[in-house]
């Protein structure tokens, strides 16, 4: 489950949920865990009845505000993998991928690496 393709999803949608959503990703800064929570309990809800035994998240928590929200209102994570990847390694490898094929998408993923590293 990619947190990024449902948040982006949602703030494509014309509930007032998905529109806070857009000002806040269109400002470059991440989305508080509350509300988060609130995109991903409902795509849990939409998948758990499916027989799912469990969910890879990707993209979530990026901070300790989101794992503590999760803990919160879902449950305990089991299991949490970490890459530590150098920031030219990632633009390298976004200006190499299809989905990256502008300057702007490049820009994009270099503030998405600075807000990563501040918080």
Avoid: C
Wanted: no cysteine; charged share 25%.
């Amino acid at each position: 489950m990619t947190m990024g393709e449902l948040l982006r999803s949602e703030a494509q949608s014309s509930s007032s949920l998905g529109t806070t959503i857009k000002t806040i990703i269109d400002q470059g800064n991440i989305v508080p865990g509350s509300l988060a929570i609130q995109i991903l309990r409902k795509e849990l809800e939409r998948v758990i009845p499916q027989g799912l035994e469990g969910v890879l998240l990707d993209g979530f928590p990026r901070n300790l505000e989101q794992m503590e929200e999760y803990e919160k209102y879902i449950g305990q994570f089991d299991h949490a993998l970490y890459f530590d990847v150098k920031s030219e390694v990632l633009v390298w490898q976004g200006e190499n991928m299809a989905l990256f094929d502008s300057n702007s998408a490049v820009e994009a993923l270099e503030l998405i690496l600075r807000i990563m590293i501040l918080t």
